[in-house]
């Protein structure tokens, strides 16, 4: 495993006001005057390059950092060390120098760790408890000085399945207050890398954290993170003993059904026979598409004819009131063929109704082959208004005729019918995209267009496992491409080990793989995998209301998750955002009465709008997510949302929005940011922030760190208790309640 750490100045200096700890290593100084006018050392780039031979992963840690106070500084440079990582050929660089890094056991670092929190009042660093240190002194540092330090290990990466497990530790960092647009957020300058030279038998590296990006040159692999990414990383890398790299991990608190996720992981790069395509492109061209819309459609169909190979086949149907092809039926995608099909593009104008029935019929009306995968790209911006105008019937006119192909659906501004377009991507076992009014059609296409370019597998099916496997996400297994991974979430029921078989066909020919695994009744690694399984259910159950209908076994779920995992949704907001909401369950049937009395049922036909649209971008956003970063950045976008049309509906003025951290749902009660969960009848522990009671109990349980940095004042709820951080409380605990304490939060 491999973390990394920022550097932060610790002073006189910086002691009267909170401050974020940064990330890597720690410069804490203990000879700096005050001076209030200055500032204190700041971190300018941290730079982090992973190389990987086999199991063996060398890492090098460049950081530079300068004293912009007026005074002299001098202090200790402190290295948290991973979680049972073992280091070699270890050695640290400050400027030209080579100096001695003294090695500290997790006890002799807890108590500078906690130190440093007590000085700074600020809680980040906790995370860092139960890891040992590195300490080694650091030469005085002049003012305006900048000092270079260089920390250099290797270690053994663990196995995970199939694959070799890569994680590491960002932590916070400060903002600058600038928005993504204007270049990075953050104070400091990083870069994160990984090369893996040799990558012939290497699949593609996935991320359940983060999102990555992948390149190849020559014969090597690299592996980049997001110069503005936070937290834990973990990244799966693949090892290939067939067509496909294979992982499965689990998560099992107890007590309970346990977690696991499925990682299936082709070469970056195409290999062995390809799967040819039939690509439809089937594009809305009627008077509400005119202008811009229209431009970005054009755009986004001619990056399409680009991804089309050699073997590839394309159709073309544009609709307006009448329906018009590029040419009857599929033509092959010659240079010739895709020259005259760009013209034929470039040539089409809006105008007229939009005739649904009349596209759906024609891209429906070519037989298939078992060979080939036919896709069909479907793009609209409004309601049908030609032909068959209601939803239920479009959309089973299409399932009845779609074959095996499948349907990506692409709805454009708020004015969409987003029964129909969720119905025939479920039927068709795509997916459907929504793209606001202002944001770029062709930035949606040309990401999905990216992912189908180079079919690898299609009809992918888990046949077997030692245990049963439920509530799987994605419900069907999509198609498997070149350079793309396929991840599942879902949950296990009982306990065994052994193989778990996959199925499915290369260019009609059948195809078997296998990945080992432990489906353990207890096991608290990999937390991150219920975050993830939660978000996909709640968006796939969110769905299944709009396109089935409410049913309180449907509602109640939703609630239940929804608070468990801190995910508002449109059908139970109100139990949170409502001011004198306490937190208590509310019974399904009243939460069904309300939601039924605010519309919030809306038959098909009526299932449009800005606040339909918005609900059902989210839930595909929810369903589709990756990583816990894309995760995060879903929940946190539908809680500002929904919180925002709370207070519209109830005319109130904008109130701060919810806080989502690790998987819980904060909200501001009277300047107390509470735990969704807490119920007022619940029994509370307070306690004094940084007193002696207050580190006891961090470290009795420490699942209660990351909720500290909510606020100043805060209320984390347990099983059988809950606990509150503040100004006022207990500032010393007896061993015996501090660990009945702990015992009673996790219901022991």
Same mark, same amino acid.
């Not at 270890?90 to 906690?114: C, N, P, Q």
């Not at 199939?162 to 270049?183: F, H, T, V």
């Given at each position: 495993?491999m973390?990394?750490f920022?550097f932060?100045l610790?002073?006189?200096?910086v002691?009267?006001g909170?401050?974020h ?10 000879i700096?005057?005050v001076d209030?006018?200055?500032n204190?050392?700041?971190?300018l780039?941290?730079v982090?390059? #992973?190389?990987?031979?086999?199991r063996?992963? #060398? ?10 106070g007026?005074i002299?500084?001098?202090?200790s440079y ?13 050695s640290?660089w400050?400027?030209e120098d080579?100096?001695?890094?003294e ?16 000085k700074?009042k ?7 408890e139960?890891h040992?240190?590195i300490r ?5 540092i002049q ?6 330090v ?23 960092r ?11 957020g ?6 994160y ?15 359940? #954290?983060h ?18 990414a936070?937290?834990? %990383?973990?990244v799966?890398?693949?090892l290939?003993?067939?067509?496909v ?16 996720m499925l990682?299936l ?5 195409e ?7 039939d690509?439809s492109?089937?594009v809305?061209?009627?008077g ?6 229209l431009?970005q ?12 190979g050699?073997h590839?086949?394309f159709?073309i ?9 590029f ?15 760009r013209?034929?593009v470039?040539n ?10 009349g596209?759906l ?7 298939e082959?078992?060979?080939r ?6 793009? #609209?911006?409004?309601l049908?208004?030609v032909?068959?105008q209601?939803?239920e019937?479009?959309?089973a006119?299409?399932?009845a005729r779609r ?7 692409f709805g454009?501004?708020?004015d969409?019918?987003t029964y129909?377009?969720d ?7 795509g997916?459907a995209?929504?793209v606001? =009014?202002?944001?770029s059609?062709?930035?949606a ?5 990216g992912?189908i370019?180079?079919p ?8 077997s ?12 297994m ?5 350079g ?5 979430f879902g949950?296990?029921?009982g306990?065994?080990s052994?193989?778990v078989?996959i199925?499915?066909?290369?260019a009609g020919?059948p195809?078997?793989?296998?990945a080992?695994?432990d489906?353990p009744a ?15 259910r ?16 449907l ?10 995992y801190?995910?508002l949704?449109e059908?139970?907001s109100?139990?949170?955002?409502e =001011? ?6 509310v ?11 605010a519309?919030?049922?809306?038959p098909a036909a009526l299932q449009?709008g ?6 059902a ?28 049309r709370?207070?519209?509906d109830?005319g ?7 806080k ?9 009660r009277?300047?107390?940011?509470t735990d969704?969960?807490?119920r007022?009848t619940?029994?509370?522990l307070e ?10 109990l %961090? ?6 760190t ?5 606020g100043?004042?805060?209320v984390v709820?347990?099983?059988?208790i809950s606990?509150?951080?503040?100004a006022?409380?207990?500032t010393t ?5 501090v ?7 996790r219901?022991l």
């Amino acid at each position: 495993m491999m973390r990394r750490f920022g550097f932060l100045l610790i002073g006189l200096a910086v002691l009267a006001g909170n401050r974020h700890l940064d990330a890597q290593g720690i410069i804490d100084v203990e000879i700096m005057p005050v001076d209030r006018t200055g500032n204190p050392v700041v971190r300018l780039s941290s730079v982090v390059h #992973t190389t990987i031979n086999g199991r063996i992963a #060398t890492i090098e840690i460049e950081e530079r950092f300068r004293n912009d106070g007026g005074i002299m500084a001098e202090g200790s440079y402190l290295y948290p060390m991973p979680r049972g990582a073992v280091f070699t050929d270890f050695s640290l660089w400050i400027g030209e120098d080579e100096v001695k890094g003294e090695m500290m056991t997790a006890d002799e670092a807890r108590t500078i760790y906690e130190n440093i929190v007590r000085k700074l009042k600020d809680p980040a660093l906790l995370t860092f408890e139960g890891h040992g240190l590195i300490r080694a002194r650091v030469f005085p540092i002049q003012p305006g000085e900048t000092r270079k330090v260089v920390l250099r290990y290797t270690q053994v990466l663990p196995r995970a399945g199939d694959a070799l497990r890569l994680s590491y530790s960002i932590g916070p960092r400060e903002r600058n207050g600038r928005s993504r647009g204007s270049g990075s957020g953050f104070v400091d300058a990083f870069s994160y890398w990984v090369t893996i030279p040799d990558a012939g038998n290497i699949g593609t590296p996935y991320s359940p #954290t983060h999102p990555i990006e992948t390149s190849t040159r020559g014969d090597a692999l690299e592996i980049t993170l997001d110069p503005d990414a936070t937290g834990n %990383v973990e990244v799966f890398i693949p090892l290939r003993t067939g067509l496909v790299g294979t992982s499965l991990i689990t998560y099992a608190p107890g007590g309970q059904d346990g977690f696991f996720m499925l990682l299936l992981a082709p070469p970056v790069r195409e290999e062995g026979t390809m799967v040819p395509r039939d690509l439809s492109l089937v594009v809305d061209v009627s008077g509400s598409m005119s202008g811009e819309k229209l431009h970005q459609a054009q755009a986004a169909l001619d990056q399409a004819l680009g991804t089309l190979g050699e073997h590839d086949r394309f159709r073309i149907i544009a609709f307006s009131s009448t329906v018009r092809h590029f040419r009857e039926g599929y033509t092959p995608a010659t240079r010739e063929n895709l020259l005259e099909a760009r013209r034929f593009v470039q040539n089409l104008r809006a105008n007229g109704g939009t005739n649904i029935e009349g596209a759906l019929n024609a891209v429906t009306d070519v037989p298939e082959t078992d060979e080939r995968l036919s896709l069909i790209v479907f793009l #609209t911006d409004g309601l049908p208004s030609v032909g068959e105008q209601q939803p239920e019937q479009l959309a089973a006119l299409a399932a009845a005729r779609r074959g095996n192909a499948r349907i990506f659906t692409f709805g454009i501004g708020h004015d969409v019918n987003t029964y129909l377009l969720d119905r025939l991507a479920v039927e068709g076992r795509g997916s459907a995209d929504y793209v606001a =009014p202002g944001a770029s059609v062709e930035h949606a296409v040309s990401n999905l267009l990216g992912k189908i370019e180079h079919p690898a597998l299609m009809n992918l099916r888990i046949v077997s496992s030692p245990v049963d496997l439920i509530q799987t996400y994605p419900i069907d297994m999509p198609d498997l491409f070149f350079g793309e991974e396929l991840v599942v979430f879902g949950r296990y029921s009982g306990r065994g080990s052994g193989q778990v078989v996959i199925e499915g066909e290369s260019a009609g020919v059948p195809v078997r793989f296998t990945a080992t695994a432990d489906f353990p009744a207890t096991a608290h690694d990999n937390e991150f995998i219920p975050q993830l399984w939660a978000a996909r259910r709640i968006g796939q159950l969110t769905r299944t209301v709009r396109l089935e209908g409410p049913s309180e076994q449907l509602i109640e779920e939703i609630r239940d998750l929804g608070l468990a995992y801190g995910i508002l949704t449109e059908y139970t907001s109100y139990l949170v955002l409502e =001011p004198g909401m306490s937190g208590d369950p509310v019974p399904v049937d009243e939460i069904m009465q309300r939601n039924e009395a605010a519309g919030a049922f809306a038959p098909a036909a009526l299932q449009t709008g800005r606040a339909r649209f918005d609900d059902a971008k989210a839930s595909a956003d929810m369903a589709a997510v990756g990583s816990v970063a894309e995760a995060e950045e879903a929940v946190r976008n539908r809680t500002i949302a929904l919180a925002k049309r709370a207070d519209k509906d109830a005319g109130r003025r904008q109130s701060l929005a919810p806080k989502v951290e690790s998987g819980r749902l904060f909200v501001d009660r009277d300047g107390v940011w509470t735990d969704a969960t807490h119920r007022h009848t619940a029994e509370v522990l307070e306690v004094v922030a940084f007193s002696d009671a207050y580190f006891a109990l %961090v470290r009795a349980i420490p699942e209660l760190t990351p909720y500290l940095t909510v606020g100043d004042e805060v209320v984390v709820a347990g099983k059988d208790i809950s606990i509150r951080i503040g100004a006022d409380g207990e500032t010393t605990l007896s061993p015996g309640t501090v660990s009945d304490t702990a015992l009673r939060f996790r219901g022991l």
